[in-house]
């Protein structure tokens, strides 16, 4: 869509096979199969006074003065309940999507539009969360203008209006809500709670740290009957811990929390300015529930700190849902005595705090350019069990592929199976971001090539090795020839009979290099966690050498760079891969190094003038090469240096009009042939004066 943006609140509709998708001024339902095809689109844009009313209040006419859709939830089998921030003035209505999909419906329905305080933000910047359970709308939300009064609402249904205590920094300090989501506690219904995720200020004075924590309702909360009348008489809240151990005992907290559903796995940004990473934690319901069964946090002492609570705790325990497994016999908490209601109010947070699986965060980034911002999990049934595997967005617009796979009870092996560029490039992922909304495939099995050997070693739980490519693994698959090994990735034992197969695909070039220049000999293995290792053998020798880096050999992820060669760098250089015992060899590349005498002998028959041979290193010499070679290095890559004869022969041969107009077309293609340029790559230390073309010196 043009001239719009934050394309961020998205609904998945598998009835319908439709994604609906909330962006500024606009909704938009797309195909869940393909969303690049037409999609069915509304239009819902403020009125102009409303947007002249909110430019004259000092907000911003394009980032502010709009409706950014904060929320859509199914209403019933053919309705969506959808809110905007209505240009700081929140508005709701009531989308028609049509029973089945093939009715293609998708409009507002008229006269249905209703105020949207409580419900979505004023700010589109402050985020929002809802549900929507059984037509009644639980939100969290700041609901004024000025963006300071944040509160857990519910709206709409036969229940009455609820909402947090109003300005009590006990309950919500300046809350970011990250998300909600219902969790049963057992088979009685009245036990269900719905669970918050979000981040605030610590509530200790004069303390900047943000903790990140998890809260929750009971569903039937109906409030007190004298104190807390509208008001949640069951709300608590517990911290939610992510941080790494250190060698002194110190441990470093990720404290900027975003959230995917239970088993509950979370991704945590450090808000430090020292440290900066980002993890991912995961945490059982059974751990949070003990938390909240557990003390309650109360300050006293001289210091007036946070300590647990250890006088009495009144009947029925605050925080425990009426009608349920505990309290059968009180229907509503307007039944409880004003000394639980009590309690509540001035108990909101629990003591102890959660703590992840294993106390440490499952996947952790550190000293990278980049942040996690998002997470889903998907359960993979693999040949040898059932994995789930981790997709995690990042800040960059990347998304990684990434499985955890366990090594003994405490230690966890992290291995990331692909990252894709989502905004460069039948189950799928959908992303929205500012940008827009783009579709992943969970599976590429072809990256891995075409060989058993890394087909297993990707250890990639959706794909096996079919007996001739890399493809889609399948549980109900009956082929004998399929294989797959995600725990251990061994290809020794599961690939037995084709790994002869696998150094016969090692590919092999030749590549030319001039002395005292620099040339890149490139290897990149497929798997990201395979050791490279590069070993020459020179003319004439059946020994081989392993290459290690020095001041003149630099080993890289890509591949081998080699400065300032010299006539005993030539040889044939090969990259071995080696992971899990197993190693194949991925290139063997013939590196030609030509001294100076050959290419004053070529440049001297082409008629180059040989004062442009000043500035060429000669043996044992550091200084830059000339510009020019680049050029010479194209035409010395073929396989016989004749061509260079044959290719001025035709030069010669050509009228003067066509050399002009192909000289022109040189110059124009120059950055086409700039890509396609063999990988002989140089520092240049010194600027060199462009010299023109060695073709223009055929004469």
Avoid at 311 to 333: E, Q
Avoid at 408 to 430: A, G, N, T, W
Avoid at 523 to 533: D, V
Avoid at 560 to 571: I, M, T, V
């Amino acid at each position: 869509l043009h001239n719009t943006s934050d394309y961020r609140v998205l609904l998945m509709d598998e009835d319908h096979d439709r994604m609906y998708v909330g962006t500024q001024d606009y909704i938009v339902s797309l195909d869940l199969h393909n969303i690049n095809r037409e999609p069915l689109i509304i239009h819902w844009p403020v009125s102009q006074q409303r947007r002249d009313d909110c430019v004259l209040s000092g907000k911003d006419q394009n980032g502010e003065c709009a409706n950014f859709i904060c929320l859509i939830q199914p209403w019933n089998r053919t309705h969506l309940y959808v809110c905007g921030t209505g240009a700081y003035h929140p508005i709701c209505s009531y989308v028609n999507r049509g029973r089945k999909a093939e009715d293609y419906i998708f409009h507002l329905e008229p006269g249905k539009v209703e105020s949207g305080k409580g419900k979505c933000s004023y700010d589109p910047k402050l985020n929002s969360v809802s549900s929507l359970i059984n037509r009644e709308l639980y939100a969290g939300v700041y609901i004024d203008f000025m963006g300071t009064d944040a509160a857990i609402f519910r709206t709409m249904g036969p229940q009455t209006a609820m909402r947090t205590d109003q300005y009590n920094s006990r309950w919500l300090n300046d809350p970011e809500f990250i998300h909600a989501q219902l969790i049963p506690d057992s088979s009685e219904r009245n036990d269900d709670k719905l669970y918050f995720f979000f981040r605030e200020k610590a509530s200790d004075s004069g303390s900047s740290a943000v903790y990140s924590r998890i809260g929750r309702i009971c569903l039937n909360d109906d409030g007190g009957h004298c104190c807390l009348v509208n008001k949640w008489s069951t709300f608590l809240k517990a911290r939610l811990i992510c941080s790494v151990p250190g060698p002194d005992g110190i441990e470093t907290h990720f404290d900027e929390l975003h959230v995917k559903n239970p088993v509950i796995y979370a991704v945590f940004s450090s808000s430090g300015s020292v440290f900066k990473g980002s993890a991912v934690c995961v945490y059982s319901m059974t751990d949070i529930r003990t938390v909240f069964n557990g003390p309650f946090a109360h300050k006293e002492g001289p210091n007036y700190q946070w300590m647990p609570f250890t006088g009495k705790i009144p009947y029925p325990r605050p925080g425990t849902c009426p009608g349920g497994t505990f309290t059968p016999s009180m229907r509503s908490t307007k039944d409880y005595p004003d000394e639980v209601i009590n309690f509540m109010r001035n108990h909101p947070t629990m003591y102890n705090s959660v703590y992840p699986v294993h106390k440490r965060p499952l996947v952790v980034r550190t000293n990278v350019n980049y942040e996690f911002t998002t997470i889903t999990v998907d359960q993979v049934d693999a040949a040898d069990g059932r994995y789930e595997v981790l997709f995690l967005g990042t800040d960059r617009g990347t998304v990684q592929k990434v499985i955890v796979l366990p090594k003994d009870e405490m230690e966890r092996e992290e291995l990331i199976l692909e990252e894709v560029e989502v905004f460069k490039v039948s189950q799928q992922l959908y992303v929205g971001s500012t940008l827009g909304i783009t579709q992943v495939t969970l599976h590429r099995c072809d990256v891995y090539g075409e060989a058993c050997a890394d087909c297993c070693l990707a250890r990639d739980p959706y794909c096996a090795w079919d007996g001739k490519a890399c493809s889609r693994y399948s549980a109900s698959s009956k082929r004998r020839s399929r294989r797959q090994d995600v725990r251990h990735g061994n290809p020794i034992r599961q690939c037995r009979g084709y790994n002869s197969n696998a150094n016969r695909k090692t590919m092999e070039t030749e590549q030319y290099g001039v002395e005292g220049s620099s040339t890149f000999l490139e290897c990149q293995p497929k798997s990201p966690q395979a050791t490279i290792k590069w070993v020459l053998q020179r003319e004439g020798s059946d020994r081989k050498k392993e290459i290690k880096s020095d001041e003149r050999i630099l080993r890289t992820d890509q591949g081998l760079l080699l400065r300032s060669l010299q006539l005993a760098d030539g040889g044939i250089y090969q990259c071995t891969a080696t992971e899990n015992n197993f190693k194949h060899a991925l290139v063997r590349v013939h590196l030609r190094v030509l001294n100076n005498e050959t290419v004053n002998l070529v440049l001297t028959h082409s008629g180059l003038p040989m004062a442009s041979l000043q500035g060429v290193g000669s043996p044992g010499t550091s200084r830059a090469p000339n510009p020019q070679y680049k050029d010479l290095l194209q035409l010395l890559s073929q396989p016989e240096m004749g061509v260079i004869n044959q290719y001025c022969e035709g030069y010669w041969q050509r009228p003067a009009n066509i050399e002009k107009q192909n000289l022109n077309k040189q110059q124009k293609d120059k950055p086409v042939r700039e890509q396609r340029k063999p990988r002989n790559r140089r520092n240049h230390h010194t600027s060199w004066p462009q010299l023109p073309l060695l073709a223009n010196h055929c004469q």
